[in-house]
DNA sequence: CTCTCCCT
């Protein structure tokens, strides 16, 4: 076997390795950080006699990851990268006729595949950093273990990884073997620091870092979730740190290259650095001389939402082998420290490992190559974790809805157009359709805006954005100019059309999510039922129609960060074939009336409008109906006698029984559609309903055997011995109340009832004033008991009225005592 | 908890 300068915990392992790929195809390798595997397992392999004069082909999860593998192995054979050790990523290749190792990104080799799917001259694909689980690796993983299956019989597949469970992959390659290495790292001391819920992270961050520089030596990294955290530390730490030899660095993706350049550098000598760094840089690059790490245990992720067809992202916890990962790297050149932002216990509530891309991820680009491969349905490949099938199903339907796929689900020429395009389907349609009326290079640039972070700024117009990014000289924005004309080029026809806007383009790619302004400045409804916001004083806030490429947040807060304004007539040019002239009937609950109007509607979205008049049909009755009762039933005219009539007959209903009709407040609502609606046909509102038709309405719901009943036991009035009709109170709470004056009812020996005698009247006496005195539901034993001490009492206060000893035998009356008896 | 990371 090949000899090398120095040793590495790898060494060990490698004759098991040479003869297990002999044996048999697959193989699982498993090595933790600093084993050696990447630089030393290709070399190796390379001398093995069933490589013949063919290639090794080595993934990378990222460019910088490639360059730098590239460079060790060429480096440890003294050559240059593009002799025997190539490179191939997007953007520029180092391959040569010597080149045996080619060391590739995985999206380079997702295309490579799927061009030639027999591999032609390549012996082994070597997946390095494979419990990644990037979506690029999954998918090349699993197209080649198809071309093993058929094409390629000897095709050898091995996958590495640092903390994979290495038996569910070596069940997913055949019952493969699983060669395990030691690694080699320096010890971290972990320290836990716990987690106060009530108080901000960024304080709490911002705590760890000025005791971590007290207490310690070297520089600090920093992991906390995103961007909006890194700034605000930021802040707490300029304002907290007076130390001038330290010095505070942010690092994150959309970060311009410089000042990303600046944050990875080591600190300049008699200097520390606090580096405030997103998940970025948990693997493949390392900060000279950190020994101290500071783990906030979050991170963002993002979510496709299958419902909607949009990325939105998450805050979570990190997995145990994220936050293991970010913890080595205060070990990489020296004994280091550990200080995590949550309580030892909690460690192991940790998912183990990170969720895989496949799961989460908008499945569009994967079905498309899917597609290219011949497959319709990717469950049919070996996938380690089957993509989800709403995903899937959402992909396939936005495909088919982007001409991309056919019915069955196959590729269709449009769909092999897009493909070679290196974009997503949607923004890769944009520059096609575009391209047909020659203006595939506008189309690109906003491509290449909306697919590179940061590239022209952040302000939401992105005709602005695109400006800028014409305009930018960093290599940053050379290298995409070069990509998006690139993508024009793939795209133009020699056609010459009218010149159209930047809103209009991206209908082409986002069609559901051109947006209408709604009442307020700055909130929009998109045409996918979705509302979007701008901040009230943003330039486009006025605009009345928006097309969106990007927004964040969830349902309630979703913020517009991408759109450009779009003109009336060109919603018409791009959208007219999908936009439905339609005849609504609305309920307005201010006018408490119907509005029918003439819509052109495009999705959620009503273009415009005239009004119409409100039809005389059942349905805009039934819409009247329901619309009426939703604002309450207190609010429909009822004369008095109406009110009483529904009270009688609920009285009923608990007095006696279902057979008489519920007309509690719910139930009307309920069924409104059938006693309401019928008496509105022709109605339009409010001011047409008078007390007559309600009652007419609400009476059709008695049945007529029930009414002359409902007299009987239910009487408006009760008629007490002076003679006089006294109204029943069928609305209290305590029953039916009858209010009258003490002296009327002198003579009466029964308790006064009603239902056919079953329930009595709550009696409230009366003084001659109308002041309560006492309320009953036993007369007889009134006049038996209390009646002496209610009399002793009032013949003082009304002594000009009668107070008979005896009231069963005193004439009933409504007047004071004649004069002069 | 107001946009993570990477790639063709």
Excluded at 432 to 446: H, V
Excluded at 583 to 591: H, P, S
Excluded at 807 to 817: D, E, N, S, Y
């Amino acid at each position: 076997m090949r000899a090398f300068d120095s040793s590495l915990p790898i060494d060990a392992v490698l004759a098991d390795l040479t003869e297990s790929l002999r044996a048999r195809p697959n193989a699982v390798l498993v090595a933790p950080p600093g084993a050696g595997k990447t630089t030393r397992v290709p070399l190796v392999l390379l001398d093995e006699p069933w490589v013949q004069g063919k290639k090794l082909i080595l993934l990378e999860p990222r460019r910088l990851a490639a360059r730098a593998a590239a460079d060790r192995m060429a480096r440890t054979l003294g050559e240059a990268v593009g002799e025997t050790v190539g490179l191939r990523v997007r953007l520029g290749s180092k391959i040569s006729c010597k080149t045996r190792i080619e060391v590739v990104t995985e999206g380079v080799f997702a295309r490579m595949i799927l061009d030639d799917p027999s591999l032609e001259g390549v012996a082994a694909v070597l997946f390095d950093e494979f419990h990644e689980r990037s979506l690029d690796a999954d998918l090349g993983l699993a197209l080649a273990l198809d071309a093993q299956g058929g094409l390629r019989e000897d095709l050898r597949l091995l996958v590495m990884s640092a903390t994979l469970d290495g038996a569910r992959v070596a069940g997913l390659l055949g019952g493969s073997p699983v060669i395990e290495s030691e690694g080699r790292a320096y010890p971290v001391e972990t320290l836990y620091l716990g987690r106060d819920p009530n108080r901000r992270i960024d304080e709490q961050v911002a705590d760890a870092v000025t005791r971590a520089l007290r207490a310690e030596t070297g520089s600090v990294l920093v992991f906390l979730p995103g961007q909006g955290e890194i700034r605000r530390v930021e802040t707490l730490l300029r304002e907290r740190v007076t130390d001038p030899a330290i010095d505070i660095a942010p690092l994150y993706g959309a970060l311009e290259r410089g000042e990303q350049d600046l944050a990875v550098s080591p600190a300049k000598p008699g200097r520390r650095k606090v580096v405030l760094a997103t998940s970025i840089a948990e693997t493949s690059l390392t900060i000279e001389g950190v020994r101290v790490v500071i783990d906030s245990g979050l991170a963002r992720v993002p979510v496709f939402e299958p419902d909607i067809g949009l990325t939105r992202l998450e805050t979570v916890r990190v997995s145990r082998a994220a936050a293991d990962q970010r913890r080595g790297r205060a070990g990489r050149t020296e004994p280091g420290v550990c200080y995590r932002l949550w309580e030892e216990a909690a460690t192991g509530a940790l998912e183990a490992f990170a969720r895989p891309e496949v799961l989460s991820a908008d499945l569009a680009p994967l079905l498309l190559d899917c597609a290219a491969w011949g497959v319709t349905d990717p469950a049919s490949l070996a996938f380690l974790d089957k993509p989800p099938k709403p995903a899937v199903k959402e992909a396939r339907a936005l495909l088919q809805q982007l001409q991309a796929l056919d019915d069955e689900g196959r590729i269709t020429e449009t769909g092999r157009r897009l493909r070679d395009l290196p974009l997503p389907p949607r923004l890769g349609r944009m520059v096609l359709i575009a391209g047909e009326s020659g203006q595939a290079r506008d189309a690109a640039d906003l491509a290449a805006v909306l697919v590179e972070r940061g590239l022209g700024g952040d302000v939401v117009d992105l005709s602005e954005r695109v400006e800028r990014f014409r305009r930018d000289r960093s290599k940053r924005a050379e290298d995409m100019r070069r990509m998006a004309e690139g993508w024009a080029k793939a795209a133009a026809s020699s056609a010459n059309g009218e010149k159209h806007s930047s809103g209009a383009l991206l209908t082409l790619a986002y069609p559901d999510r051109l947006a209408k302004a709604r009442g307020k400045p700055g909130e929009y409804l998109m045409a996918n039922g979705r509302g979007a916001a701008l901040e009230p004083h943003d330039r486009l806030a006025k605009e009345p129609y928006l097309a969106i490429a990007e927004i964040s947040g969830g349902a309630a807060s979703a913020r517009v960060l991408a759109a450009a304004p779009i003109a009336p007539d060109e919603i018409e040019a791009f959208l007219g074939d999908k936009i439905e002239q339609r005849q609504e009937v609305t309920f307005d609950r201010q006018a408490r009336a119907l509005r029918a109007r003439a819509v052109r509607r495009y999705g959620a979205i009503a273009l415009n409008e005239r009004p119409l008049r409100v039809p005389e049909t059942e349905e805009a009755a039934r819409a009247l109906a329901t619309g009426l009762v939703s604002l309450g039933i207190d609010g429909l005219p009822f004369s008095k006698a109406l009110a009483q009539w529904r009270e009688r007959v609920m009285f009923l209903r608990k007095a006696e029984g279902e057979e008489w009709p519920d007309l509690s407040d719910e139930a009307l609502v309920a069924t409104a559609e059938e006693w309401f609606a019928p008496h509105l046909v022709g109605k339009a509102g409010i001011n047409d309903i008078g007390a007559d038709l309600l009652s007419e309405a609400l009476r059709s719901l008695l049945p007529w055997n029930l009414q002359r009943r409902l007299d009987a036991e239910a009487p408006t009035h009760f008629e007490v011995p002076t003679g006089s009709e006294i109204p029943v109170d069928y609305g209290s709470e305590e029953g039916p109340v009858l209010a009258v004056r003490v002296q009327e009812l002198f003579g009466l020996d029964k308790h006064p009832t009603i239902a056919a005698g079953r329930v009595p009247l709550v009696l409230h006496l009366l003084s001659p004033a109308h002041r309560p005195i006492q309320i009953t539901r036993d007369l007889p034993g009134f006049w038996r008991g209390s009646w002496a001490a209610v009399r002793a009492d009032m013949r003082g206060q009304y002594p000009k009225h009668p107070w008979p000893e005896d009231p069963l035998t005193a004439p009933p009356t409504r007047r004071a005592k004649p004069r002069g008896t």
